[in-house]
């Protein structure tokens, strides 16, 4: 026996396609923002100590930053705060420190450690994009994006967007501090395994490690975060994003589009490349 199934209606079909688009375009949301915010609880088991983290981050953040720009206690703006790895260590040494952050979560945590460390620290959830909006009449001496931050920006145009709302923000003389991987002296084939390690915290066991996938000049990332509590049975989580492997060279010259000064590049004192530009004036 044959079975016919109703035809479609037009407009039924055209609800359907909307209704995929839109699916789509929350799917897309959910890798770019969302998976940080989920994250947020436990994106301190990334580090080995996160606390030594924050110390140690913090003290080659304010050499750089007197070696760049002067000696005086700025006022900052960690403009990719996420929860406060840079922030809190700043503001511990004196910095006037705001943040701000596209994930939610990601902020909601940074607030938390700042009171629980009695730290006056100013957060706000933005997009880098759009940070000078949010902030609009501050003025601060340096904005900075660390931790392989400004690789979420997909193309050079949503790059030169941030950094012109950086350049926004500066008083002149004042300076843009950026740090991130060179993509250039990586092997652009995978899978690639990237290990972070194993803690033992509250209990629990974590495993956790990303899986690299290159795609032309973007790079699909997964976080998996596998727990083991003692039982026969554990749990992997999974967290995704893309980011695009911008040159450094690249962002040298978008930075200098952007309007800044005294572009240049700074090895062998953090944990990745720093590019630092100054605002004229």
């Not at 910095?95 to 100013?122: C, F, H, M």
């Not at 193309?155 to 709302?165: E, N, P, R």
């Not at 978008?254 to 800044?260: E, I, S, T, V």
């Amino acid at each position: 026996m044959r079975y016919c199934w109703p035809t479609a209606r037009p407009e039924a079909t055209a609800r359907a396609g909307r209704r995929a688009h839109l699916a789509s375009r929350k799917r897309e949301r959910r890798r770019t923002i969302d998976p940080y915010s989920e994250l947020a609880p436990d994106f301190h088991l990334i580090y080995e100590s996160w606390e030594a983290g924050i110390e140690r981050q913090a003290d080659v953040l304010d050499r750089i930053i007197r070696a760049e720009w002067g000696s005086r206690t700025p006022r900052i703006l960690d403009a990719a705060c996420g929860i406060g790895t840079q922030a809190l260590g700043l503001a511990a040494l004196g910095y006037a420190v705001s943040g701000a952050d596209a994930a939610p979560g990601a902020v909601a945590r940074a607030g938390q450690e700042a009171t629980k460390r009695g730290l006056p620290i100013e957060l706000a959830v933005a997009d880098m994009r759009r940070v000078a909006e949010v902030y609009a009449g501050h003025r601060f001496d340096v904005v900075l994006a660390c931790d392989n931050s400004i690789p979420h920006l997909l193309s050079d145009g949503d790059i030169l967007q941030a950094l012109q709302q950086f350049h926004a923000l500066l008083r002149p003389g004042g300076g843009c501090l950026l740090s991130l991987r060179d993509y250039a002296e990586m092997q652009a084939a995978g899978p690639q395994i990237v290990p972070h390690g194993v803690r033992d915290e509250n209990g629990r066991r974590t495993v956790i490690y990303q899986v690299w996938d290159f795609a032309g000049p973007f790079c699909d990332v997964a976080l998996h975060l596998t727990e083991d509590s003692g039982g026969a049975e554990g749990r992997t989580r999974i967290f995704r994003w893309r980011v695009y492997r911008v040159p450094i060279a690249r962002l040298l010259q978008l930075l200098a589009q952007a309007g800044f000064t005294r572009v240049h590049r700074i090895d062998g004192k953090y944990f990745q490349p720093v590019i630092v530009g100054t605002r004229p004036g």
